[in-house]
């Protein structure tokens, strides 16, 4: 299983990291702000379902904004998350700049 390049191995593999533990990841600037922009278009032009909001890993499509905002203030605090928490971000970041359907690919 191989890492992604921001994230340890350790973030994909649920044997090896125990769910509440946090996991600091080094961020530059740059990744820094793809993460911001990716979690806050949640806010914007991103219109999830709820069956896609759960999907992902949040409570449904209205809370989707506040949690990635959330998420995103932790990671300007202290760049730590759960493994879990890591894998939502990534995930939302992805797909919210990626679809055209539920995230702000057009936008």
């Known amino acids: 299983m191989s890492a992604h390049p921001i994230m340890p191995?350790?973030?994909?593999?649920?044997r090896r990291v125990p769910h509440a533990?946090?996991?600091?990841v080094q961020l530059d600037?740059?990744?820094?702000?793809?993460?911001?922009?990716?979690?806050?278009?949640?806010?914007?032009?991103?219109r999830p379902t709820d069956a896609f909001a759960t999907a992902m890993g949040f409570t449904d499509a209205a809370s989707l904004s506040?949690?990635?905002r959330e998420l995103w203030q932790q990671i300007d605090r202290s760049s730590s998350l759960t493994a879990e928490d890591w894998r939502r971000v990534l995930?939302?970041?992805?797909?919210?700049?990626v679809s055209d359907?539920?995230?702000?690919?057009l936008d």
């Open 9 to 14: 191995t350790a973030v994909w593999d649920d």
């Open 21 to 24: 533990e946090p996991i600091h």
């Open 29 to 46: 600037a740059d990744e820094r702000e793809v993460l911001r922009a990716g979690l806050l278009d949640w806010g914007g032009p991103a």
């Open 66 to 68: 506040s949690e990635a």
């Open 91 to 97: 995930l939302a970041v992805e797909v919210v700049f």
């Open 101 to 105: 359907v539920v995230g702000s690919g």
